[in-house]
């Protein structure tokens, strides 16, 4: 499976709001409810920020949303704050018990 | 809590193999499945397998098929990956996940708590 296409970099100023892509096919993204995002800060593990798609775990703000059209998932990030600042790294289930990354986003905080 | 915690930072010559351990608490480890994420340095992440806690069924992906193998040991609510024929670009921190099932026992592909990662370098 090839990786997931992210932007390398997005931007945006405090309080603003800034939308992450990430791009597959229709053997990954498009064809299940199966997207995960993940925040990373530098040397720190990932951190699941939504699930199926549109799901948040408990803790995490209601200032990040996540949505689907076709093949292209989405993460908004509402109300930027500098903690945000971090790399941000979707997932899809890509059938037959296999999983795919994208490349990863940037997300600065100017 | 939560945790999954991780051996050490772990340096083999190319050729050599390499174990981690992944040891879980707070939660009851059975229940669960653990998948391996690697993350080479400045690179994306990669997915590179699971083994259910409770059965050790195992699925690996077709990039390591072949030169990985998970276990677990229940009594320890540890699980283990072991990679072998180790080359230059398996060098990357390695991280051990926790995931989950549906309903009818079908392995989730999300991760809700992840170890700290065990970095393994490769080099001769």
């Known amino acids: ?16 709001s800034v939308t992450l892509s990430c791009t597959g096919t229709s053997s990954d993204v498009g064809g299940y409810n199966s997207v995960s995002w993940y925040q990373q800060h530098p040397g720190k593990a990932p951190k699941l920020m939504i699930f199926e798609v549109n799901k948040r775990p408990s803790g995490v703000p209601d200032r990040f949303s996540g949505s689907k059209s ?9 109300g930027l704050q500098a903690e945000d600042e971090a790399d941000y790294y979707c ?4 059938g037959d018990k296999n999983l795919v990354f994208g490349g990863g986003t940037k997300l600065t905080v100017l | 809590q939560v945790q999954l915690v991780q051996s050490g930072a772990e340096v083999r010559k190319p ?4 174990k981690i351990s992944c040891k879980a608490s707070g939660y009851t480890f059975s229940s669960y499945v653990i998948h391996w994420v690697r993350q080479a340095p400045g690179q994306r992440l990669e997915w590179m397998g699971w083994i259910t806690a409770d059965n050790a069924n195992t699925r690996y992906s077709q990039s390591f098929q072949g030169r990985v193998t998970f276990t677990r040991d229940r009594s320890a609510s540890t699980a283990y990956m072991e990679l072998n024929s180790l080359r230059s670009e398996d060098t990357a921190v390695y991280y051990c996940t ?3 099932f549906t309903t009818f026992g079908v392995v989730k592909y999300y991760f809700d708590f992840w170890g700290q990662g065990t970095l393994v370098a490769v080099s001769s």
């Not at chain 1, 932007?7 to 603003?16: E, L």
């Open chain 1, 1 to 16: 499976q090839s990786a997931l296409t992210q932007p390398p970099s997005a931007s945006g100023s405090p309080g603003q």
């Open chain 1, 70 to 78: 076709g093949n292209t998932a989405s993460l908004t990030v509402s």
């Open chain 1, 91 to 94: 997932s899809s289930y890509a």
């Open chain 2, 15 to 18: 050729g050599a193999s390499v």
């Open chain 2, 98 to 100: 926790r995931g989950s």
